[in-house]
């Protein structure tokens, strides 16, 4: 199956309101169900256990409705280790969204900001944090991206994404159409997957940016997890 270039519908502008609010919804129902903090949460909890931190910092770029934050922030809790999180998001409606979704969770903050453009300085955050997001995006903004937020973060960038497949696509498609009326969920989430990459391209795209070590792992289901480990490397971007 060749990669999409396609638009998705939530990279369109002008999408109604409630269409926006129902698809956030969804995704948040979809990252619960689809194991997309399992990679995240797995890579944290080494991390704690090996260097004995009981603090650190993340950014979670282009966060949505910030479930992603949220589910770090339980677990920190449950572990007694302190974070503070920032999502990053540029959509007014999605912002709206995920400070209502964090309002009990002061650890969390929500900045509006372009993932282009993050207003932060060099060496701000421990871990950058991208679920789902580098899909939608060109080969060479990928690398771009990259090798921009290799300088905010100290310690490591993790990826979190789809994996293109016929049998996801195929999964996803009959999923969100047994479970949901909203054209944004039911037409975005299958070509999220036509948009996504092989691990084997994936592999070669992170490779291409240059910036760290890097390990990638598939994930069930047709998911990815990319830890790239800057400490040490920053001399070297």
Request: proline share 5%.
């Amino acid at each position: 199956m060749k990669r999409s270039l396609e638009k998705e519908m939530m990279d369109l502008p002008g999408n109604p309101r409630e269409l926006l609010e129902k698809d956030l919804r969804n995704l948040r129902i979809i990252n619960r169900y689809l194991g997309a903090y399992h990679g995240l949460l797995g890579h944290l909890r080494r991390f704690v256990r090996e260097s004995g931190i009981r603090s650190f910092s993340l950014l979670d770029m282009a966060t949505g409705s910030s479930d992603i934050p949220v589910a770090v922030a339980r677990w920190a809790r449950g572990e007694g280790i302190g974070v503070s999180i920032i999502g990053l998001e540029l959509d007014q409606v999605a912002i709206e969204t995920a400070r209502r979704q964090t309002q009990s969770f002061p650890e969390i903050s929500i900045v509006r900001a372009n993932v282009f453009r993050p207003p932060f300085s060099p060496s701000s955050f421990d871990f950058i944090h991208a679920s789902q997001l580098l899909h939608h995006f060109s080969e060479d903004e990928i690398v771009a991206l990259l090798r921009a937020w290799s300088r905010i973060a100290r310690r490591g960038i993790l990826v979190s994404d789809l994996i293109r497949h016929p049998l996801a696509y195929c999964g996803i498609a009959v999923l969100t159409r047994l479970f949901t009326a909203n054209e944004m969920t039911r037409t975005d989430a299958p070509l999220s997957v036509k948009r996504a990459f092989t691990v084997g391209e994936w592999r070669e795209l992170f490779a291409r940016a240059a910036i760290a070590r890097v390990d990638v792992a598939p994930l069930f289901p047709f998911r990815v997890f990319a830890s790239f480990h800057l400490e040490g490397s920053h001399e070297a971007v």
